[in-house]
């Protein structure tokens, strides 16, 4: 059994369960939570037992990190291997104030988006909660054995559910793997500063607002009416725009919190004046925020990023029905990390930290 697979709240009484005092469940959770440490060799103040024991029926087993690609930019695209072969990308997102870390919840994804890259991947499987949780550890490592990583404070304050994969088709890794990021004994991180984006799983979201995590909503939303929506992203054949409004509006939000709806913007297919008009009329009355996001092509892909004059004009239409548009910075392009750009492949500089160097 993975620890990292069941919620912190649960590793006292497994330890109990195992024949162990149940504060150890405490200590083996910050040195993994707190030091980013996994190996039980190194948890020099539990005893022989609770070691073999990490070692035998319990473990704390992670994906392995494979390379890292930082961009101009500072954006670092992680690629992970899974223990059974495939890899998966985390991407970490410096800003003035933050550091952001966008979590992959599936190996490929079989959505379809047609302006995503790691849909041409498809599905291979579902990551478990040790697996997403695992990048968080890898992350923070990378972080942490960067020069001039290290800096007072959590070295990861925001987490968004962006990556490759569809957040909700997982939701049995995904929930718990939330609860574990905001125990105060996991990584004790704001539930405020969590953000889960969905393609527009309809069931799946009324199943997320139940599971009352406190965390945010954003939505893909990508077109202003079903017909283009569905020539965009497939999965508009099964859920309507009213459909997914409508599980938007029942989703538990704190008061001034807003669902924020992402709108990849495609060159000659969705930016147009009347299309802004069009998604203006359709979220006015809407608790809501628009991130615009310009199209960041990748080899292959069948759609041009919008010019620049373009997405400004898409903006201040928008705010002329004082919607809150903001335009989305592309982080990473030139590692293919940023926005719908991540599927397996070698960006052009590799930087590797290992565990050693990081705790020793
Ligand atoms: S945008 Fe998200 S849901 Fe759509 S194909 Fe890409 S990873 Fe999947």
């Known amino acids: 059994m993975n620890l ?68 101009v930019d500072g954006t670092r695209k992680l690629a992970l291997r899974l223990s059974d072969g495939p890899v998966i990308e985390s991407v970490l997102i410096p800003r003035k104030d933050r550091m952001t870390l966008c979590l992959s919840t599936q190996a490929g994804c079989g959505i379809g988006c047609r302006f995503c890259r790691t849909a041409a991947m498809g599905l291979i499987r579902n990551l478990t909660p040790s697996e997403i949780l695992g990048q968080w550890v890898q992350a923070m490592r990378h972080l942490s054995a960067t020069p001039g990583g290290m800096k007072e404070g959590p070295l990861i304050d925001h987490i968004v559910f962006m990556g490759m994969g569809e957040p909700l ?19 004790g991180l704001s539930p405020r500063r969590i953000t889960v984006s969905t393609s527009g799983l309809v069931p799946k979201m009324a199943l997320l607002g139940e599971a009352n995590l406190g965390i945010q909503l954003a939505v893909s939303l990508c077109a202003p009416d079903d017909l283009l929506r569905r020539e965009i992203m497939p999965v508009g054949r099964i859920y309507s725009i009213a459909e997914i409004l409508e599980a938007c509006r029942r989703f538990p939000l704190r ?13 000659g297919k969705n930016d147009a004046p009347e299309q802004a008009r069009a998604l203006g009329r359709l979220l006015a009355p809407f608790r809501s925020k628009v991130n615009l996001i310009p199209f960041n092509p990748f080899p292959g892909s069948p759609f041009e990023r919008p010019e620049e004059e373009r997405v400004r004009s898409f903006a201040d239409i928008l705010s002329g029905f004082h919607i809150t548009a903001t335009v989305r910075k592309s982080m990473g392009p030139d590692v293919l990390a940023a926005c719908g750009q991540l599927a397996r492949d070698r960006g052009p500089e590799t930087i590797t930290t290992s565990h050693r160097e990081t705790v020793s």
């Open 169 to 187: 088709a997982n939701l049995d890794a995904l929930v718990p793997a939330i609860r574990s990021l905001t125990h105060p004994d996991g990584i």
């Open 255 to 267: 008061n001034r919190e807003r669902v924020t709806f992402e709108y990849v913007l495609l060159r």
């Open 4 to 71: 990292l697979d069941l919620p912190p709240a649960l590793w006292t009484e497994t330890f109990q369960e195992k024949g162990e005092a149940a504060y150890r469940g405490r200590q083996v959770a910050h040195w993994l939570f707190k030091r980013l440490i996994t190996e039980p060799a190194a948890m020099t103040n539990i005893p022989a037992s609770t070691r073999s024991l990490l070692e035998s029926d319990l473990s704390l087993a992670i994906p392995s990190l494979e390379s890292a690609h930082q961009s």
